[in-house]
């Protein structure tokens, strides 16, 4: 395994991270001096749907890592050549797509989820900012497989500090005089200046490995029909998921987008921060399955990964649960909180589709693109359908229902679709000792939350009552996996 990568593709993910957290997260009161919940409802509708229109990545930024990566390994520099360069190609020709789609629709967007015509034209230049800040983002995702491959990690984590700072500084000073085109101008003053220190960056690696740019129009027909099943996939994963804040600002109010979105914002936090454990791993695995014959079987490192994913859902679960309301109220206030029910069926939302998420980069890793693509839009169409009924009886909680029950379903059909295949992944991820956990963990919080419940505990108690059964838990997930401790130990001895 690439240990080095995925330290500096952990740095790079929590980089990215940081951004997210501050104008996702500690930003947000500051907002609401300046923008109405109803304006914010408005945004946060909006941007749902043109995030859904990243269905243009198509999931190419994997397959292409993937690809390049079996490429480079196996001394292929000429295919590697065009077929990254059909990549850029189509990249740029769905980043422009992106842009002029929202330029004709913008009006149309505005009319679904919002109402005040006084503030119209500012959100319409705040939709099309959007835009552009999406179309980067699709840019730099494919521009990031290079160094990837070449295990050049270390500087794109750099380059998404030093954009993401100044992103933030333009929302800051931008917000008070503008508005939601403040959020705008921030998000595409971070990702313009990412996509052009990055451009630099990747066409300094491809000249010091003297590979030249060279399209040929056989090599993107070859990228479009390798997206067949992926991009089904890719629209239907980001149908659901994307749609949500738009489907409720449409058929609910603008004001419970904003209800909707900060109840469940802590759990998305949470999961984006597991995830990026997986994908720090992404490059490693499929590196590692390209030298192996057997891979699945061959790799020793998979029971420990996901048994460390398992541990850290369930901290996750641990600590939204008992603070989370709490944290909320200090946050913007407990008026803006969906309840204790919505809240709970979203952290188990939270535990059970990141499980989903792994397994699906796992079937990436080893060049399973039609398994992942065929389970990943069964679980995306039985989520919009569900949704669509649960939606008008259980309002807002019908969306974590269809997420969860949509997740049993996906790792029913995976199993047996894993049987035809020999691969026999769902196994080694949902097993006994997982369910042990499970119960160990719900018993914990019944009888914490009863506590917390008779007793009058601050919140600075409940922090401290809550991270110390975390490190318990720790305490006695390092006493049961020994010999991963040793493994990490050995590896980080050895770097």
Same mark, same amino acid.
């Given at each position: ?41 408005? $945004? ?27 490429? $480079? ?57 959007? #835009?552009?800040? =999406? ?28 954009? #993401? ?63 067949? $099943? ?9 149908? #659901? ?35 990026? =454990? ?52 200090? $946050? ?74 949509? =997740? ?88």
């Amino acid at each position: 395994m690439k240990i080095k990568t995925i330290y500096h593709n952990l740095f790079g993910s929590f980089s990215n991270f940081a951004f997210l957290l501050f104008t996702g997260i500690i930003l947000v009161p500051f907002y609401f001096k300046y923008i109405s919940v109803d304006d914010y409802g408005i $945004w946060l509708g909006g941007i749902s749907f043109i995030s859904l229109l990243t269905v243009l990545e198509a999931n190419i930024s994997l397959i292409l890592t993937q690809q390049l990566a079996d490429k $480079w390994t196996n001394k292929k520099p000429v295919e590697f050549s065009k077929y990254f360069s059909a990549a850029i190609v189509f990249s740029i020709f769905a980043a422009l797509t992106i842009i002029i789609s929202v330029f004709f629709l913008k009006d149309s967007l505005y009319n679904w989820v919002g109402s005040q015509i006084g503030s119209k034209s500012l959100f319409l230049n705040s939709f099309l900012i959007y #835009s552009v800040t =999406v179309a980067l983002g699709l840019v730099c995702s494919y521009l990031g497989s290079i160094p990837q491959v070449f295990q050049k990690t270390l500087m794109p984590p750099l380059y998404n500090i030093i954009s #993401s700072f100044f992103g933030i500084v333009f929302t800051i000073y931008t917000v008070p005089i503008y508005g939601v085109l403040g959020i705008a101008i921030g998000s595409g003053i971070k990702y313009l200046i990412l996509t052009i220190l990055l451009s630099c960056y990747v066409f300094k690696l491809l000249n010091k490995e003297n590979i030249i740019f060279s399209f040929e129009l056989k090599y993107l027909r070859k990228l479009i029909y390798s997206i067949g $099943w992926p991009f089904v996939s890719k629209l239907l994963v980001t149908v #659901s998921y994307n749609a949500q804040n738009f489907i409720v600002a449409a058929y609910i109010t603008s004001s419970a987008v904003t209800i909707f979105d900060i109840t469940r914002k802590l759990p998305l936090v949470a999961q984006t921060v597991v995830n990026m =454990v997986g994908m720090s791993t992404f490059t490693a695995f499929s590196l590692f399955y390209s030298e192996q014959n057997n891979a699945v079987k061959e790799n020793k490192y998979l029971d420990n990964y996901f048994s460390v994913i398992r541990f850290l859902l369930l901290t996750s679960v641990v600590g939204l649960f008992l603070l989370g309301k709490d944290f909320i109220g200090l $946050w913007v206030g407990i008026d803006k909180y969906g309840g204790d029910l919505l809240f709970i069926l979203l952290c188990i939302t939270l535990f059970t589709d990141q499980l989903r998420v792994m397994l699906g980069q796992q079937y990436y890793a080893i060049g399973q693109f039609k398994l992942t693509s065929l389970t990943d839009a069964i679980f995306s169409l039985s989520f919009i359908i569900l949704t669509i009924i649960l939606l008008p009886i259980y309002k807002l909680y019908g969306i974590p229902l269809a997420s969860i029950i949509s =997740v049993i379903i996906y790792f029913i059909l995976c199993f047996f679709a894993e049987k035809r295949n020999n691969i026999h992944l769902t196994t080694r991820l949902i097993n006994k000792s997982m369910f042990y956990d499970i119960f160990s963990v719900i018993l914990v919080l019944i009888i914490l939350n009863f506590v917390f419940e008779n007793y009058l505990f601050s919140f600075t108690t409940k922090v401290f009552i809550t991270s110390l059964i975390i490190i318990l838990f720790s305490l006695i997930f390092g006493f049961r996996e020994k010999q991963l401790l040793h493994f990490i130990y050995k590896k980080i001895k050895s770097n």
